[in-house]
């Protein structure tokens, strides 16, 4: 498919009939008629008489035409000419939907660093990213309020419904509203593709996966803590057992129990240690603290780590700019305590092959490698895609590799952090000067359901994630 990168000028056309005046190479090459032809822009169609300008460079677009579009003027945009439709779409626009909006030098939170970075590079390349909230939303208008990026700074405009739309509710009590399914059925109604439409459930993803073979592997004994029944159960298998909430994220909630020659020891991520003798003791407590809560248990396992510290590897697999499938980054985290290793908790950051490095203990010769997470992180997102229902563009998927070197499955995450925190190493290194390969990846692949490839700049010298 061809497309052509250009600067749409909205000002009056010489011939009132004309609404839209094309160079001539522009026209040949995506073999545009000069006839009446529809123009759309996000989801908004419009109708235009084209007439070819031999001498000009520039696409001219009538006032007119450029209201009814909800076109903003000066902004650097692609072009394609869908023959079958007799449409010239114009674009890609992304929207990204947020939770909130705030004046000031943060307007989102802290989103900010990512949102600048999409807005900047999509714009660089030939783009629109816009910002908005369900308040910012008009089905009936077909319009949103939308924030937009131009020379640096975020302003406000009105456009029309986006091509597409990326869901960055952090809240789900918000995701859960009347306002936000009815925000998604009406997407769905109009043909919108509406990508990482949820968080994801852990007990959920886990029953789902287990009816996928690929997935099975990786997958660690895991029930739902419903009495004392599902905990004796978990422990006569396993003297270590995680107590999760399905719906948690951050360590939050968590605790783990394990089996000692006294008794059992309860421990969470916050320093509280408990002691009891029996398990009737231990449901005793935790029943009281889980009961309004949906929790799971699940399998302690002995997870190679550093000084006794537990390491897990997170792993963004994302979709290219032709819908595959990749492995975009791979981070190795340390935690800070025995019960979890979210950086949130104050777990440290490294980079695969450092970490397998230093890593340990290993009870056999066979260590896995960087390839090998990358490959059971593809696994699992293909497998969960098949699995359930929605769209979805990116997951970050956390692994864990036991002392024997078997890689299993810790959680997924369907809305994988964008905090500046998000992209260290190591301790101490400074946050990248360029876009991340995330950022750019989830733009290709947006671009790609507007039926667009960003143009990349070549760079001489090899990126580094």
Not at 250 to 266: C, D, E, M, N, Q
Not at 369 to 383: F, G, N, R
Not at 422 to 445: F, H, I, M, N, W
Not at 449 to 456: I, T, V, Y
């Amino acid at each position: 498919m061809s497309y052509v990168r250009t600067v749409i000028q909205i000002d009056e056309l010489k011939s009132p009939d004309v609404d839209l005046s094309i160079p001539q190479r522009i026209m040949r090459k995506l073999q545009i008629p000069s006839q009446s032809i529809s123009v759309q822009f996000g989801k908004r169609l419009g109708n235009a008489i084209v007439r070819e300008a031999a001498k000009s460079e520039t696409v001219r677009m009538s006032p007119t035409l450029a209201r009814s579009l909800r076109l903003p003027g000066g902004i650097s945009l692609m072009v394609r000419y869908d023959a079958l439709r007799q449409t010239l779409v114009v674009g890609p626009y992304l929207g990204i939907l947020l939770t909130g909006i705030r004046s000031g030098g943060m307007p989102f939170g802290a989103l900010t660093s990512f949102l600048n970075e999409c807005a900047d590079v999509y714009q660089m390349r030939g783009g629109l990213v816009a910002a908005f909230t369900l308040d910012d939303v008009n089905f009936e208008s077909e319009t949103v309020r939308a924030h937009i990026r131009r020379s640096g700074h975020w302003q406000t405009c009105t456009l029309p419904l986006p091509a597409m739309i990326y869901n960055r509710l952090s809240s789900r009590s918000v995701e859960k509203s009347t306002a936000a399914s009815t925000f998604l059925r009406r997407c769905k109604d109009k043909e919108i593709p509406f990508f990482n439409e949820r968080f994801l459930n852990k007990w959920h993803v886990h029953k789902t996966l287990q009816n996928e073979s690929a997935a099975q592997p990786y997958l660690p004994k895991t029930l739902m803590y419903r009495g004392i029944q599902d905990l004796r159960d978990i422990c006569q298998s396993h003297s270590v057992v995680y107590i999760k909430p399905t719906n948690g994220s951050l360590g939050k909630g968590i605790y783990r129990l394990a089996k000692t020659r006294s008794g059992y020891v309860i421990r969470t991520a916050g320093g509280l240690k408990k002691t009891f003798k029996e398990l009737s003791q231990v449901h005793s407590y935790l029943y009281p603290r889980t009961k309004d809560k949906a929790y799971l248990l699940q399998q302690g396992l002995h997870l190679v780590g550093s000084g006794g510290k537990p390491a897990d590897f997170r792993v963004l697999v994302q979709k290219n700019n032709r819908g595959v499938w990749g492995v975009t980054s791979q981070v190795a985290r340390i935690g800070q305590n025995s019960v979890v290793s979210n950086v949130a908790r104050g777990g440290q950051m490294m980079s695969v092959p450092q970490a397998l490095r230093i890593l340990g203990p290993w009870r056999n010769e066979t260590r896995i490698s960087a390839q090998t997470l990358k490959s059971a992180s593809l696994t699992i997102a293909e497998a969960l895609e098949r699995a359930i229902p929605g769209d979805f563009a990116e997951f970050g998927i956390d692994l864990g590799v036991d002392v024997n070197g078997r890689i299993w499955l810790l959680e997924i995450n369907s809305k994988p952090s964008k905090s500046i925190k998000s992209l260290q190493l190591a301790e101490g290194e400074e946050a990248p000067k360029k876009a991340r390969p995330s950022v750019r990846r989830l733009l290709d692949y947006t671009a790609y359901l507007n039926g667009f490839l960003l143009e990349k700049k070549r760079s001489k010298t090899k990126r580094k994630r």
